[in-house]
């Protein structure tokens, strides 16, 4: 069965980074889309960017453009997502997901969704 | 900015027919999916494709999509089903979230 199974709770200073791990098994890692969202306390879900295993193409949201990177290390089936220059408004839960497809045409990403999710990793930033 | 919109909050009897909103421009020209998310859970699709359910999800969730609104439709609601819904769409190189709906069931 898939599971994607993430790193523990991390609490971290102001402007310091952080590095969220998301193991994946149960299909072939390099078959499928991982992404990545974030749910601050008590609010919605936000997109954060994705990575395509395969070829280590990544495609960011705009607004963390320059603070964030996502990785993959096939050798482990390991995802990987880093933020820099925290701050107290990123304090959230992470999640990672499995997209449910891999060819990165429009046609094909605007029916993709995400089937498969991270138990999801607390990070708090605070001084 | 792409922007999807949903209500706050809805409010159904058990039993009876709860239907969220969610409406964005042209959003009918996109593919929706909808998640469910129960407290300290990690969310679940319940629909994508703006009709399709997994395998898993019970036949009592449907969904619709014209026009700039897509609907989430849970039939003879359970006190189960008492989450927050989010849907999400496709558009211009970034998935969006709608910023959810608190489902309660009484």
Sequence with gaps: QVQLVQSGAEVKKPGASVKVS?????????????????????????????????????NYVQRLQGRVTMAADTSTSTAYMELRSLRSDDTAVY????????????????????????????????? | SYELTQPPSVSVSPGQTASITCSGDKLGHKYASWYQQKPGQSPVVVIYQNNKRPS???????????????????????????ADYYCQAWDTSSWVFGGGTELTVL
């Design chain 1, 95 to 127: 999640y990672c997901a499995r997209v449910s497809g891999r060819i990165l045409t429009d046609y094909y990403i605007r029916q993709y969704y995400f089937d498969y999710w991270g138990q999801g990793t607390l990070v708090t930033v605070s001084s």
């Design chain 2, 56 to 82: 898993g999800i019970p036949e009592r969730f449907s969904g619709s999509n014209s026009g700039n609104t897509a609907t989430l439709t849970i039939s003879g609601t359970q006190a189960i089903d008492e």
């Design chain 1, 22 to 58: 998301c193991k994946a098994s149960g299909y072939t890692f390099t078959n499928f889309i991982i992404t990545w969202v974030r749910q601050a306390p008590g609010q919605g879900l936000e997109w954060m960017g994705w990575i395509r295993p395969s070829s280590d193409s990544t």
